[in-house]
């Protein structure tokens, strides 16, 4: 067993002498201004996590972590609230305003030029934030915050992760606002909302943790604290509040289909006949709650169509979808014809 006593700062990720603590405040505020290396460097972030959305490929969209650079200028909005700093927090600000424009134009550009591309799941899969994302972005908000304020940390390799929850939802909104798809756009910039407000919260507390603070011996520095981040923990709580109740939404539709999907097998599923899909077709942004009925739409596929009497029995069968409308099945039947070739043919004999 080594004898050896470990430094405070080995210790303490958080612990800093007064002239580490003023370096990194310079290092911060540094960070926080707009620059050519913070535009180029998001600018090539958003063009590889662009192509990376359109190719369906998590590979290529990883790749723009390690370029991106969002992290800086939201970890100096944390310095500035909770310094009460003005200047720093009007800076910081306008370079996070100007960096989420710049890479929704390339968005909105790269969706132009592709404007005949599939929307794929990795598209799709960043336009319906829930409270996972926010504890998500929460963690990653204070492993950003805590590698840029210790001087033992790589701030790039965490940085990497952070700014990667950024960029690609960004580029993900300039690619839907070129389809015209408004809903969806607004989904994956709230995504990205959700990982800002968090960081940046994070990044409060940490530096505060970090004796940031203006005056390390002022007593009520807790309350100063969570006086100068009102405006974060509201914005947070409403946040945690909507993205929760998205998530029990999800949770029961997924329910629902999965309840949908057992009931048509049991009924429908005889014989050589097989239930290929279904699915529930609500009307654009009504979820079915407007008293309309929500179609069930069922695939099926065999050597013989079902009955009235089966489509009957299927559609008393759907499960009861509580707040929603009424479900109504409609079954679409692929007949499957089974052809052999010729025998003789097949064993290679001569007639």
């Known amino acids: 067993m080594l ?42 972030a958003a063009v590889i996590a662009g192509y990376g959305l359109l190719q369906n490929s998590a590979a290529v969209v990883i790749g723009a972590m390690l370029v991106a650079m969002m992290l800086g200028p939201i970890v100096g909005l944390g310095l500035a609230v909770l310094q009460r700093d003005r200047s720093l927090l009007g800076t910081a600000f306008w370079t996070v305003l100007r960096g989420t424009l710049l890479v929704i134009g390339v968005g909105l550009t790269i969706g132009l030029i592709h404007h005949q591309h599939v929307l794929t799941d990795e598209i799709i899969g960043r336009t319906a934030p829930n409270v996972m994302d926010l504890m998500v972005a929460l963690a990653g908000g204070f492993a950003g915050a805590i590698a840029s304020v210790s001087t033992r ?83 947070l709580a409403a946040l945690t509040v909507f993205l929760t109740l998205r998530l029990m939404d999800s949770s029961s539709r997924q329910r629902l289909d999965i309840s949908i999907t057992e009931a048509l097998r049991a009924q429908l599923e005889k014989g050589q006949n097989r239930l290929i899909s279904s699915r529930m077709l609500l009307g654009p942004d009504k979820g079915g709650k407007d008293g309309s009925d929500i179609t069930v739409m069922a695939y099926l596929q065999g050597d013989k169509a079902p009955s009235q009497a089966d489509i009957d029995a299927a559609q008393a069968a759907l499960p009861n979808p509580g707040n929603l409308a009424p479900l109504r099945l409609q079954v679409r039947f692929v007949s499957v014809h089974i ?13």
């Open 153 to 235: 940390l790589p701030v790039a390799v965490v940085g990497v992760g952070v700014a990667t929850a950024l960029v690609p939802p960004l580029t993900t909104c300039g690619i839907l606002l070129s389809r015209g798809q408004w809903g969806l756009a607004w989904g994956a910039f709230l995504l990205t909302l959700t990982n800002m407000v968090a960081i940046q919260f994070a990044s409060s507390m940490v530096l505060w943790l970090a004796k940031f603070h203006r005056d390390p011996n002022d007593i009520d520095h807790r309350v100063n604290f969570w006086r100068a981040n009102l405006w974060s923990l509201v914005l």
């Open 3 to 44: 004898s050896i006593e470990i430094p405070r700062q080995v210790r303490n990720p958080l612990y800093l002498t007064d002239a580490e603590r003023e370096r990194t405040r310079t290092d911060i505020m540094v960070n926080s201004a707009p620059s050519g290396t913070f535009f180029t460097m998001n600018l090539i």
């Open 339 to 351: 052809m052999n070739a010729d025998a003789i043919a097949v064993t290679g004999v001569k007639p």
